[in-house]
């Protein structure tokens, strides 16, 4: 029997938006189990700490082959800890490419049985991220068609509260 085919999707995920979430299932389309991996100790300043960010996601992507871990310290690390051999990074633009590349192949030297596998997100979400959904929560505006109603929740508790 093939052993399961694990996949890492990491990231900071502050907070999960419906980009993430779609990256996440896709990748089902070739792994048989996704680990959201989400790393405690980012070089930004997190809105949600790192036990929000995992609740949130959680209860964002609920399927049963997908599964939601914080972890510290180097990626290959911990995907040789959870026996993954897929990192997934989502790819949006080409200013997202020389930052993937440079992450990609500095893991693949320091672990070479890894690989990383970029997707593409869903056509109409291609232009999200974290970073402008906290900004534009941050003032009020509308966010609710790009995170999951929790999330949207978790916003307006830590803006409006
Ligand atoms: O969502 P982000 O902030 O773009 O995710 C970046 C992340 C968390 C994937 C990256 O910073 C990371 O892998 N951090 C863990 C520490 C590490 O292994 N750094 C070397 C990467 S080459």
Not at 96 to 108: S, T
Not at 119 to 148: I, K
């Amino acid at each position: 029997m093939t052993p399961p085919r694990i996949a890492i999707y990491p990231g900071s995920f502050d907070p999960i938006t419906r980009g993430h979430e779609d990256l996440a299932i896709r990748s089902l389309r070739f792994a048989d189990r996704v680990i959201v991996a989400v790393a405690v100790n980012g070089q930004k300043q997190p809105l949600f700490g790192v036990e929000e960010r995992v609740a949130l996601i959680r209860e964002t992507v609920q399927h049963p082959a997908v599964e939601v871990q914080a972890f510290e310290g180097l990626l290959v690390e911990f995907a040789h800890r959870v026996g993954a051999t897929l990192i997934v990074r989502g790819l949006r633009a080409v200013s997202d490419f020389e930052y993937e590349f440079q992450m990609a192949l500095m893991n693949r030297n320091l672990a070479p049985g890894l690989e990383t596998v970029f997707l593409m997100p869903a056509f109409d979400l291609t232009y999200l991220s974290s970073s402008l959904v906290r900004e534009v929560a941050r003032f009020g505006g509308d966010v609710s068609p790009l995170v999951h109603p929790a999330v949207l929740k978790a916003l307006k508790a830590k803006f409006r509260p």
